[in-house]
């Protein structure tokens, strides 16, 4: 089965950039879209399809894919971006979703 | 506005059985496929399930594939999960998310979940 790996934890100072990277085989040819999970709150869309922001999502939020990483970049990091991150993809070989490990951004 | 509120989780002894629903507003229900994750305590987000519109083609994960059953009601708006045989390990928060016009869209708005206890 498709398997996507997430570093743990990213700790990033306020106003700094945070990168989030997403490993999986041959991950640049597939749409990767990536969440955001607060506790006690609903997931968030904040990327879909590699690079695009849902309405509503901070231009802070950026994202690419390529080769076997996709990266999720959040700029001038607020103390409110503090949360869980995961990538996901559809593998089309198993018709299955597949999420990442997820990844905790710690503000300092 | 979109709102998806799931309800129906609670406690249930480990073999046991739950109905979970998801009642949808603020958009056509009939025309987006529908999904159920859940997170387990500590864990990460695992994708369970997925509908499409008219139900036609359903997508399990392995390991709650002939257990849960997926299914809607587009007289209802509603999005349901039938859970049979229950494990400890299907303990988790389940939240109901709305997909799009295919099966492999991302998951553009979620419920707040609704929180399964399997324990004796």
């Known amino acids: 089965s498709y398997v996507l790996t997430q570093p743990p934890s990213v700790s990033v100072a306020p106003g700094k950039t945070a990168r989030i990277a997403c490993g999986g085989n041959n991950i640049g040819s597939k749409n990767v879209h990536w969440y955001q999970l607060k506790p006690g709150q609903a997931p968030v869309l904040v990327i879909s399809y590699d690079s695009d922001r849902p309405s509503g999502i901070p231009e802070r939020f950026s994202a690419s894919n390529s080769g076997n990483t996709a990266t999720l970049t959040i700029s001038r990091v607020e103390a409110g971006d503090e949360a869980d991150y995961y990538c996901q993809v559809w593998d089309s070989t198993s018709d299955h979703f597949v999420f990442g490990t997820g990844t905790k951004v710690t503000v300092l | 506005e979109v709102q998806l509120v799931e309800s129906g989780g609670g406690l249930v002894q480990p073999g046991g059985s739950l109905r979970l629903s998801c009642a949808a507003s603020?958009?056509?229900?009939?025309?987006?496929?529908m999904t159920w994750v859940r997170q387990a305590p500590g864990k990460g987000l695992e994708w369970v399930a997925s509908?499409?519109?008219?139900?036609?083609?359903?997508y399990f994960m392995d390991s709650v594939k002939g257990r849960l059953i997926i299914s809607r009601d587009s007289a209802k708006n509603s999005l349901y999960m039938q859970m049979n045989s229950l494990r400890a390990e299907d303990t988790a928060m389940y939240y109901c998310?709305?997909?799009?016009?295919?099966?492999?869209?991302?998951?553009?708005?979620w419920g707040q979940g609704t929180l399964v206890t399997v324990s004796s």
């Open positions: 509908i499409k519109q008219d139900g036609s083609e359903k």
């Open positions: 998310a709305r997909g799009g016009e295919y099966g492999s869209s991302p998951f553009d708005y």
């Open positions: 603020g958009f056509t229900f009939s025309s987006y496929w």
